[in-house]
């Protein structure tokens, strides 16, 4: 069966500081990753995707970066943290080809003060 | 702009009621409409998908009407417990070149004992 962990659960940073989520799927070979934002109480917006090893298409620009250095790895990243960046960081996969049935992780509460 | 509107943006039944929880969308090229099922502090879990084909499905007390020509769907939770208690999120997405998930704002359900 297929797993998805992310870590941290939960991060509490300050302001310009930098900040790296990460996500890992296991029992699945070559997904689909996706990177979800959720504000507290809101809707969740899609950020990034990616469909192989080394290659991240960005949905909306929020300065954050990913990478995927594995194909069972997904990293969320920046150099230079902003409050608005605090939420709800979601970790996706679906099967390669389908277009359809994510699923989600456990999620990373991030807190910027 | 909006691609997904979801009402009420909360709810609340009593226990062994029908919940009935609506969506509308703007876009015709969607085709593929999932309702996801979110406790406070997780991650989304994908309760049960339609496609634009259906105008119907079935799964175990969840219930999707899908109206193609109104461009609205509903989630019907029949005999509804406490713990079904959670924000539903209606998502859609298009045959597309990637799985781009267009989210409502959810809908905060409350069933009560």
């Known amino acids: 069966a297929q797993t998805i962990h992310q870590w941290p659960v939960a991060e509490i940073k300050a302001v310009g500081s930098p900040l790296s989520l990460g996500c890992t799927i296991k029992?699945?070979?070559?997904?689909?990753l996706y990177w979800y934002w959720q504000a507290t109480g809101g809707t969740l917006q899609q950020l990034f995707y990616?469909?192989?090893?080394?290659?991240v298409e960005s949905v909306v620009q929020l300065n954050l970066s990913a990478s995927r250095p594995k194909d069972d790895q997904f990293i969320l990243s920046t150099e230079k943290l902003l409050l608005s960046h605090s939420g709800f960081y979601l970790c996706?996969?679906?099967?390669?080809?389908?277009?359809?049935?994510?699923?989600f992780g456990p999620g990373t509460r991030l807190t910027v003060l | 702009q909006q691609q997904v509107r979801q009402s009420p943006q909360s709810l609340t039944v009593w226990e062994g009621e029908t919940a009935i929880l609506n969506c509308s969308y703007e876009?015709?090229?969607?085709?593929?409409f999932p309702w996801y099922q979110q406790f406070p502090g997780e991650g989304p879990a994908l309760l049960i998908a339609?496609?634009?084909?259906?105008d119907k499905k079935e799964d175990g007390g969840f219930t999707i009407f899908f109206n193609k020509r109104e461009k609205n769907l509903s989630l019907h939770i029949k005999d509804s417990q406490p713990g079904d208690s959670a924000t539903y999120f209606c998502?859609?997405?298009?045959?597309?070149?990637?799985?781009?998930?267009?989210f409502g704002k959810g809908t905060s359900l409350t069933v009560i004992p």
């Open positions: 876009n015709s090229a969607f085709d593929y």
């Open positions: 996706a996969w679906s099967l390669v080809g389908g277009r359809d049935e994510q699923y």
């Open positions: 029992g699945k070979s070559s997904p689909n």
């Open positions: 990616s469909i192989t090893v080394g290659q």
């Open positions: 339609i496609r634009s084909v259906s």
């Open positions: 998502a859609a997405s298009a045959a597309t070149g990637y799985q781009n998930f267009y």
